[in-house]
């Protein structure tokens, strides 16, 4: 090796240690002790108040409300994402940039802008208002806003994942069974959903961590009322508010455990998802 | 004004009732991030053509 020429393993010893401890202290501070934190406050006082606060019937109301409209936007956004995913890689059309782009806005704008959006559609002054306000039916500030806001935000997470991995993949497999004579629905479920299947899971699993912890859009949205429009990041926010620390930060360790575990689940699925990618058959 | 983020500003205006200026910010961000993904996606795009290409 010529003088003065470097790869990237034999750096000097304190450039290698001091990278590295700078790397380690910068996590530590800002990612590992906040979490920490958390859990430190949320049982500061104790295991019994902890339980108190996750078992009083607003906490559980929003708990419930959460599961919910996580639910929901997990199932429509897994069938849109994919269909999504499948127009943009499968099909040539004009305007597909432009799809493109409006899949990846929610990821881009703020959450705040999203739940405005559904307040000027459908809340009392906007489009729909008069409609709906006719017909007795409460979107904003109701349930059914919740849901759709946590369904605009968490939008782009599965077609995004899905994409490159189905770009990459091209459509021979597709073209090939058609020419063997299947049908549409078959080759969906015979070529095309196999080969996804774990970007699939993987992007199923980012966009249930969003939808849980998903504040700013349903913040606008849900009006605040406790015990009927209150998710668990929301119900947090109050806690807080109210100076109930303890409190909060036990409500705020669910989603805490929550991340962690998305965490476990993504380190788990990474070489699969890898998988999908790499297990092209020789053409 | 000090902390004060375009998001928190929508808030603020949303709570005192005021549609009209939250709209006109969150039309202004919503136009800049649509036009800032579009020109991200049109040079994925162009660099994609020109690696097939070659």
Same mark, same amino acid.
């Given at each position: 090796?010529?003088?003065?020429?470097?790869?990237?393993?034999?750096?000097?010893?304190?450039?290698?240690?001091? #990278?590295?401890?700078?790397? =380690?202290?910068? !996590? /530590?501070?800002?990612? &590992?002790?906040? +979490?920490?934190?958390? @859990?430190?406050? %949320?049982?500061?006082?104790?295991?019994?108040?902890?339980?108190?606060?996750?078992?009083?019937?607003?906490? #559980?109301?929003?708990?419930? =409300?959460?599961? !919910? /409209?996580?639910?929901? &936007?997990?199932? +429509?956004?897994?069938? @849109?994402?994919? %269909?999504?995913?499948?127009?943009?890689?499968?099909?040539?059309?004009?305007?597909?940039?432009?799809?493109?782009?409006?899949?990846?806005?929610?990821?881009?704008?703020?959450?705040?802008? &999203?739940?405005?959006?559904?307040?000027?559609?459908?809340?009392?002054?906007?489009?729909?208002?008069?409609?709906?306000?006719?017909?007795?039916?409460?979107?904003?500030?109701?349930?059914?806003?919740?849901?759709?806001?946590?369904?605009?935000?968490?939008?782009?997470?599965?077609?995004?994942?899905?994409?490159?991995?189905?770009?990459?993949?091209?459509?021979?497999?597709?073209?090939?069974?058609?020419?063997?004579?299947?049908?549409?629905?078959?080759?969906?479920?015979?070529?095309?959903?196999?080969?996804?299947?774990?970007?699939?899971?993987?992007?199923?699993?980012?966009?249930?961590?969003?939808?849980?912890?998903?504040?700013?859009?349903?913040?606008?949205?849900?009006?605040?009322?406790?015990?009927?429009?209150?998710?668990?990041?929301?119900?947090?926010?109050?806690?807080?508010?109210?100076?109930?620390?303890?409190?909060?930060?036990?409500?705020?360790?669910?989603?805490?455990?929550?991340?962690?575990?998305?965490?476990?689940?993504?380190?788990?699925?990474?070489?699969?998802?890898?998988?999908?990618?790499?297990?092209?058959?020789?053409? | 004004?000090?902390?004060?983020?375009?998001?928190?500003?929508?808030?603020?205006?949303?709570?005192?009732?005021?549609?009209?200026?939250?709209?006109?910010?969150?039309?202004?961000?919503?136009?800049?991030?649509?036009?800032?993904?579009?020109?991200?996606?049109?040079?994925?795009?162009?660099?994609?053509?020109?690696?097939?290409?070659?």
């Amino acid at each position: 090796m010529s003088p003065g020429r470097r790869s990237p393993g034999n750096d000097p010893a304190p450039v290698r240690w001091g #990278l590295t401890l700078t790397a =380690l202290s910068f !996590l /530590a501070l800002f990612v &590992a002790l906040p +979490l920490i934190t958390v @859990f430190v406050q %949320a049982l500061a006082k104790g295991w019994s108040t902890y339980w108190t606060a996750i078992r009083e019937p607003d906490a #559980l109301a929003a708990i419930r =409300l959460t599961l !919910l /409209a996580t639910g929901i &936007a997990v199932l +429509l956004n897994s069938l @849109f994402g994919l %269909a999504a995913a499948w127009a943009v890689t499968k099909f040539q059309f004009p305007g597909k940039n432009v799809l493109i782009t409006l899949i990846d806005l929610p990821f881009a704008v703020s959450p705040v802008i &999203a739940g405005l959006i559904y307040v000027l559609v459908f809340g009392t002054q906007g489009w729909f208002g008069p409609w709906l306000g006719q017909h007795n039916v409460r979107i904003i500030f109701a349930v059914p806003g919740i849901v759709l806001a946590t369904v605009f935000v968490t939008f782009p997470f599965v077609a995004r994942e899905l994409i490159p991995h189905m770009q990459a993949r091209g459509t021979d497999e597709e073209e090939a069974a058609l020419v063997l004579g299947a049908g549409g629905w078959h080759i969906f479920f015979r070529i095309t959903l196999p080969n996804i299947k774990w970007s699939l899971l993987y992007g199923v699993i980012l966009c249930t961590a969003r939808a849980m912890g998903e504040f700013g859009a349903v913040s606008v949205v849900s009006g605040h009322i406790r015990g009927e429009t209150n998710t668990v990041p929301l119900h947090v926010e109050i806690l807080y508010n109210e100076y109930n620390f303890a409190a909060a930060f036990a409500v705020a360790s669910l989603l805490a455990v929550l991340a962690l575990v998305t965490l476990a689940a993504k380190r788990l699925l990474e070489g699969k998802v890898r998988q999908d990618a790499v297990e092209v058959p020789e053409a | 004004m000090r902390t004060e983020i375009a998001p928190l500003l929508i808030i603020t205006k949303l709570e005192q009732y005021d549609y009209t200026g939250a709209t006109a910010i969150a039309l202004v961000m919503l136009v800049a991030s649509f036009l800032l993904l579009l020109g991200i996606n049109l040079i994925q795009w162009r660099s994609r053509r020109f690696a097939e290409a070659a």
